[in-house]
Structures are given as C-alpha cells and as structure tokens.
C-alpha cells in the first residue's frame, strides 16, 4: 500500500512538470511578451535552386509532407511541413545546395556574427514549408534550447504573382510585412521578434526553406527536457 501510494505521487509529479514544461514551450512562444522593434530583420540573397530542384521540392512536399490542420492545433498553423530527416531521404541536393561554408560566410558577411548549423541529430536543422490556399502560419516565438543565440533564415524559393504568404513582424509599433523577393532571403532573432505568416490567397503558392542558425550549439539539460517535450507538441499538434 506504502509503495503504491509513493508510486501515485511521482506520477503526479511527472504530470506536474510535463505540463509545466509544455506550457513553457507553447504558450511562452505564442504571447507577445517584449518590444521587438530592436531587433533587426537583415536581407541577403543567395543561389536559387533550379526549377528542376524546386519542382521536386513541391512534389515531396505533398507526397510525403506534414499537413499542418488547424483543426488540431488551436488555428495557430495550415499548410504543409517537410522536415530535415524527410528532406534527408528524398531531396538530399538540397542539402547539399544550402548547407555549405559558402552559405555560411553569406551569412557572417550580413550580420557579422559567425553561425553555424544544428547537428544532424536536430530534425528542423533544415525544413520546407509550402503555402497554398488559405495557409498561414499565426505568431509565434521560435524556440531556443540552446546557450547561445538562434537565428533563422527564412529563403522563399517559389512564389506566383497570387502569393499573400509573406512574413509579417509585430512590435508595440504595430505589424511591419517583409517581402522578400526569389533569390533573396530575411534572416532574423526568431527568439527575440514576434512573426507570422500571413495567410494565403486562393491561388496563390509560396515554398520556402527555413534554416535555424546558432551562435553556439550547446544544450543544458532542462534545454534538452523541452526539445523533447517540443517534438512530441509539434507532432501531437501538427505545427
């Protein structure tokens, strides 16, 4: 009797820190909780992949990418998701393509901070997103698990003249769009500026790359806690 009433308490308390630990995660990155209006949004511009590449891109994308339903995550995202370990299997060139030094130095040159990739254990180390019809994304904070800072480059690589999926920054001034043009991309503290993607027409398409980019890449170990604790939101929730 000792024993199982022991075991109840730490299952109570396992509860208690999950639901902590989650609400850490999600509802720290969904409220607007600081001016962003000092953190700057940087342009660069970069190689475009061949319409060969991107074709396949959009192909894998919606054969065997993540359908992000608002229905399961509370409105906060629609449109479709391919991560690191999809891209890896099917679209490795595209790895290839950004992943590099040259990307890098791109990089360094524009914000003057030397970056670098997450491992490959990371699975949005380096991801696609697609917006059709009605896709957006709300605002939000990225997550940061690590010590050191996080960026993140967002690289549209297709966009018809329809497209209204454009990255949109809010500060206590109000909300600024950033259009970025094909061949061209933002890179900005994801932590820092509360963003969005605003929602798409009807015939409008827009596929962009995304690449988290860090300072430095070391993870304490309540960091290491809510990156697990992130995976099985994002999958749970479809974000």
Same mark, same amino acid.
């Given at each position: 009797? +000792?024993?199982?009433?022991?075991?109840?308490?730490?299952?109570?308390?396992?509860?208690?820190?999950?639901?902590?630990?989650?609400?850490? $995660?999600?509802?720290?990155?969904?409220?607007?909780?600081?001016?962003?209006? $000092?953190? +700057?949004?940087?342009?660069?511009?970069?190689?475009?992949?061949?319409? +060969?590449?991107?074709?396949?891109?959009?192909?894998?994308? /919606?054969?065997?990418?993540? =359908?992000?339903?608002?229905? +399961?995550?509370?409105?906060?995202?629609?449109?479709? %998701?391919?991560?690191?370990?999809?891209?890896?299997?099917?679209?490795?060139?595209?790895?290839?393509?950004?992943?590099?030094?040259?990307? /890098?130095?791109?990089?360094?040159?524009?914000?003057?901070?030397?970056?670098?990739?997450?491992?490959?254990?990371?699975?949005?180390?380096?991801?696609?997103? /697609?917006?059709?019809?009605?896709?957006?994304? &709300? *605002?939000?904070?990225?997550?940061?698990?690590?010590?050191? %800072?996080?960026?993140?480059?967002?690289?549209?690589?297709?966009? $018809? &003249?329809? #497209?209204?999926?454009?990255?949109?920054?809010? #500060?206590?001034?109000? #909300?600024?769009?950033? @259009?970025?043009?094909?061949?061209?991309?933002?890179?900005?503290?994801?932590? @820092?500026? *509360?963003?969005?993607?605003? =929602?798409?027409?009807? $015939?409008?398409?827009? !596929?962009?790359?995304?690449?988290?980019?860090?300072? =430095?890449?070391?993870?304490?170990?309540?960091?290491?806690?809510?990156?697990?604790?992130?995976?099985?939101? *994002?999958?749970? !929730?479809?974000?």
């Amino acid at each position: 009797m +000792k024993y199982k009433f022991i075991g109840i308490i730490l299952i109570l308390i396992i509860i208690i820190i999950l639901v902590i630990v989650i609400g850490t $995660n999600y509802y720290y990155g969904k409220k607007f909780h600081s001016d962003s209006s $000092n953190n +700057k949004v940087y342009y660069f511009s970069f190689y475009l992949p061949n319409s +060969k590449l991107i074709n396949k891109c959009v192909t894998c994308l /919606l054969k065997y990418g993540t =359908k992000l339903n608002p229905n +399961k995550n509370f409105n906060n995202a629609k449109g479709i %998701k391919l991560n690191y370990n999809g891209i890896k299997k099917y679209i490795p060139e595209l790895i290839y393509f950004y992943m590099n030094n040259i990307f /890098l130095k791109t990089i360094e040159d524009v914000i003057n901070i030397k970056l670098n990739f997450a491992p490959v254990s990371e699975q949005y180390r380096l991801f696609l997103r /697609l917006y059709l019809d009605g896709d957006f994304l &709300d *605002y939000h904070y990225d997550n940061n698990f690590t010590i050191g %800072k996080r960026f993140t480059a967002v690289i549209p690589i297709l966009a $018809n &003249d329809e #497209n209204t999926a454009e990255f949109q920054v809010k #500060n206590k001034d109000g #909300n600024t769009i950033y @259009k970025i043009p094909i061949s061209e991309g933002v890179l900005y503290n994801g932590s @820092k500026i *509360y963003h969005s993607i605003t =929602k798409q027409s009807k $015939n409008g398409i827009r !596929l962009a790359v995304i690449i988290p980019l860090y300072e =430095k890449y070391k993870i304490s170990a309540y960091g290491q806690i809510r990156k697990k604790i992130r995976d099985i939101t *994002y999958k749970k !929730l479809t974000l």
